[in-house]
């Protein structure tokens, strides 16, 4: 909450804001002169004196452009001397997404979330629920490390979900599933063996971690979503292939939360229903 002063306060606010940024900067009055194009008289005039008068828009501009603050900031009308370019950069980044199962980002991220709910709509089936069997048959060319160790880094991983007390939803679209089952698309070449045990293993999860687990299946042709994850009110997380865009500010963390749960409303399988349906497309044992 930004406090509201009077004339006298602001400008008083504002000198003392100015030396703070030039002493950050190890600056004098000569550099500062030299920097914003005015003569050390000027900059004394806006260093010292006790009067409600502050400088012209142009010279809080250009202060604060050279001092590499927000001039909202030093004229006290927001709390966070960032400038707005700077604001905009830790709000969203951008970080390398190794094609990997094992990716120690995602796991720093569900770290910081660690209670929150988590939403999340994968890009293929969960990695997190992927048997060693699958992981060998689809990252083998990606893995980078011995197998053993990826899927150790795996139920690395599946542990971490079960001892943080984070609820997890994964939605995921209708027609992965069926692909997924079918051993096609994607998935073509998939042996039935690693296919069957693998489906084995997310129902028989499913229903131990259900209802701290909770997965949806949309319908594609109703609505769509790209790889995305919601790390509680923290940050929001969508993946582009070779990189994560991560975005931290309070908007963007709530459209995409609002995103994923359309995607719950307009389940074409419910939660309740997914471990069913899923046994049901792997056939008769």
């Not at 590499?68 to 709000?91: C, F, I, K």
């Not at 984070?166 to 073509?188: C, K, N, Q, W």
């Not at 990189?243 to 994923?260: G, K, M, P, Q, S």
């Not at 399988?269 to 008769?284: H, M, S, T």
């Amino acid at each position: 909450m930004v406090i509201q002063y009077d004339k006298r306060d602001r400008a008083e606010l504002f000198r003392s804001r100015l030396k703070q940024a030039m002493a950050q900067g190890a600056m004098n009055q000569s550099d500062l002169a030299r920097g914003i194009g005015v003569d050390r008289s000027t900059v004394s005039q806006l260093l010292g004196g006790d009067g409600a008068r502050l400088p012209n828009a142009q010279v809080v501009g250009e202060c604060a452009g050279y001092l590499g603050v927000s001039a909202d900031w030093l004229l006290g009308l927001s709390d966070r001397p960032e400038s707005a370019a700077d604001l905009v950069m830790q709000s969203m980044t951008v970080t390398e997404a190794p094609r990997a199962p094992v990716d120690a980002q995602i796991f720093d991220w569900h770290r910081e979330a660690a209670g929150y709910k988590i939403r999340h709509v994968p890009a293929a089936m969960p990695d997190l629920l992927k048997t060693q069997a699958m992981l060998e048959w689809e990252y083998a060319s990606h893995l980078g490390r011995t197998t053993q160790q990826a899927v150790a880094a795996a139920q690395d991983r599946l542990d971490f979900m079960l001892s943080a007390q984070s609820d997890y939803e994964i939605a995921l679209p209708l027609h992965e599933v069926r692909a997924f089952a079918r051993a096609e698309g994607y998935y073509t070449g998939l042996p039935d063996a690693v296919r069957t045990a693998q489906i084995d293993r997310i129902v028989t999860l499913y229903r131990r971690l259900y209802p701290r687990l909770r997965m949806f299946l949309y319908d594609a042709r109703r609505v769509f979503s790209a790889p995305v994850t919601v790390f509680g009110p923290l940050l929001a997380v969508i993946y582009v292939g070779r990189n994560y865009i991560a975005f931290r500010d309070r908007e963007r963390v709530r459209v995409l939360t609002e995103h994923f749960d359309q995607l719950i409303r307009e389940a074409a399988v419910p939660d309740r229903d997914f471990a069913d349906f899923l046994e049901g497309l792997a056939g008769p044992k």
